[in-house]
């Protein structure tokens, strides 16, 4: 698609980028939508994260994603601060006003919306899950499962679970019990759901060390990966019988409001477009 001098400019910054489904994802609204637009992947070193920022709003973007390694970074730039990025010190959206840098989470709606669509709205309403990891990602995923009305949030990491149920324990609407990964037997026990919020079976990393035997069968298994789609965790839980949800609904719903702010339109997460970027994650063009 041809764009004009008049395109309405945005794109994703990160560092690795190459490797992000963000570009194809708006790629795709794009075309659907007929906007006169583009959204490109913008490779930018930790230190020179402040300065690129300052030269793509001098050139007249409508604004960013914002990924790994500078989401605290564009949190500390923002001038202006939705909820979701307060509490959870992170930003992966910056939208450029003419005189003030915006900053929003929009991946707590992301994961809200996934595990809604997965689970039913009343999927875990009154019941207890298991958050795995105590990290940036999992701060997040507190707050999203705290508005599905989760009765309890068992977070069970290797480190700082107590630390951060602390910290969120007057936004996350839910009972927050912090939890070594050593008591992980005791903290599957009647869960309705577990959410992987670790890096652990990301592509190039290693799978999560997790034994399913204490999992109710009716419980599902959520992973917030979706390199690759199917992670060892999830092939695992398929195995056993549970119900999964990988991590590409995540990334399409938290791409959304984004999408809107850039462009002007509200997209719609559709068949069509996850079947687009599960052929990308394939491999395929």
């Known amino acids: ?17 190459a490797q992000s489904l963000s570009p194809r994802l708006h790629a795709h609204w794009l075309t659907v939508h007929g906007v006169d637009g583009a959204y490109v992947p913008l490779a930018v070193a930790r230190s020179d994260f402040a300065y690129a920022i ?11 994603n914002v990924t790994v390694p500078h989401k605290e970074a564009a949190f500390a730039l923002a001038e202006d601060l939705d909820g979701a990025a307060r509490t959870t010190g992170a930003v992966n959206l910056l939208v450029f006003h003419n005189d003030r840098l915006e900053g929003r989470n929009t991946d707590v ?8 669509e997965g689970l039913g709205a009343n999927g875990v309403q009154g019941k207890p ?19 599905l009305g989760a009765g309890e949030i068992r977070i069970v990491a290797r480190a700082r679970a107590a630390t951060l ?17 050593k008591d992980w037997p005791e903290a599957a026990k009647d869960v309705a759901l577990v959410v992987n919020a670790t890096s652990a079976g990301m592509r190039g990393k290693p799978a999560l060390d997790l034994p399913l035997d ?3 069968t009716s419980a599902v298994v959520c992973d917030i990966v979706y390199n690759p789609l199917e992670t060892p965790l999830l092939r695992d839980a398929r195995a056993r019988g549970h119900n999964v949800i990988d991590g590409l609904g995540m990334l399409m719903h938290q791409a959304v409001p984004s999408f809107e702010a850039f462009y002007g339109v509200k997209p719609a997460v559709t068949p069509a477009l996850r079947l687009e970027l599960e052929e990308a994650l394939r491999g395929g063009t």
């Open 214 to 216: 204490p999992l109710p």
């Open 54 to 64: 300052a030269g793509l709003r001098a050139a007249g973007f409508r604004g960013v």
């Open 129 to 147: 899950v298991v958050l795995l990891g105590a990290g940036g990602a999992a701060r997040g995923a507190v707050l999203a499962l705290g508005q």
């Open 1 to 17: 698609m041809t764009i004009s001098g008049r395109a309405k400019l945005a794109g994703v910054i990160g560092d690795p980028v």
């Open 165 to 181: 149920a602390a910290d969120l324990k007057g936004a996350a609407k839910a009972k927050l019990r912090g939890m070594d990964w």
């Open 109 to 116: 709606a992301g994961l809200h919306h996934s595990l809604a």
